[in-house]
């Protein structure tokens, strides 16, 4: 069955500096997200990619986060200068089309995170 | 304000038994509503999602409810196993092509033996 992959499954960097946090998504899907959840809170919205670019972002997206699908497969979350704040689990997601009123095709698929620590 | 709430915080049930986990929330219009399962350190899986149509829904031992008029859905979990012990999620779907989810901060259940 396919599955959203993440790598690494444990970052861990000094603050002020840049990380690239990865995700391939279902092949077939055309819309991606990422996400974060600090440690004992809720899953948060970061943003949204849709045909090479941002559809929607958050506030918590700011200047510092970057995210981009260099080459068809991969799907990147980028942060410039990371903040002691920033450490979080990353969670991808993809979905495969708009959706119709049918819940599945709103359907999204989660990856298994990516646990950012910064010290 | 958008929001999603969900009771209890927490549960401890025995191996066997059954629970009800709870959901209000304010967002409106929605577009569908999911129940996730978060394993620790692991991404949400999805069990069930409702349309605001729809009052119920299973998935094997879980059943959800849905009434859009108070706003409220409910999972229920039958005869609980070891490996149902997880964080239970409601999330809110905004309607629109981008599919916005808004999270619950959801339901941390313990089965013990």
């Known amino acids: 069955e396919p599955e959203v992959t993440q790598t690494p499954s444990h970052q861990v960097t000094q603050m002020g500096q840049e990380v690239i946090l990865r995700c391939v998504p279902i092949s077939n899907h055309l819309y991606f997200y990422w996400y974060r959840q600090i440690l004992g809170q809720k899953v948060e919205f970061l943003v949204s990619?849709?045909?090479?670019?941002?559809?929607?972002k958050s506030e918590i997206f700011d200047d510092q986060f970057s995210v981009e699908r260099p080459d068809g497969s991969n799907f990147t979350l980028k942060i410039r200068s990371t903040k002691l704040e920033d450490s979080a689990m990353y969670f991808c997601?993809?979905?495969?089309?708009?959706?119709?009123?049918?819940?599945?095709?709103?359907?999204?698929?989660f990856g298994p995170g990516t646990r950012l620590t910064v010290l | 304000k958008n929001q999603v709430e969900q009771s209890p915080q927490s549960l401890i049930i025995l191996e066997g038994k059954n629970c009800t986990l709870q959901?209000?929330?304010?967002?409106?219009?929605?577009?569908?509503l999911r129940w996730y399962k978060q394993d620790t350190g692991r991404g949400p899986v999805s069990l069930t999602i409702m349309t605001f149509s729809e009052n119920t829904k299973s998935n094997g031992r879980y059943t959800a409810t849905l009434d859009a008029d108070t706003k409220q859905s409910s999972l229920h979990i039958t005869a609980s196993q070891l490996s149902d012990s997880a964080s239970y999620i409601c999330?809110?779907?905004?309607?629109?092509?981008?599919?916005?989810?808004?999270f619950g901060a959801g339901t941390r259940l313990a089965v013990h033996p």
């Open positions: 959901c209000n929330y304010t967002v409106s219009p929605f577009s569908n």
């Open positions: 999330v809110v779907s905004v309607p629109g092509g981008y599919n916005k989810l808004i």
């Open positions: 990619f849709y045909n090479n670019e941002i559809s929607e």
């Open positions: 997601a993809s979905r495969h089309r708009s959706g119709t009123g049918a819940p599945r095709s709103d359907e999204q698929f």
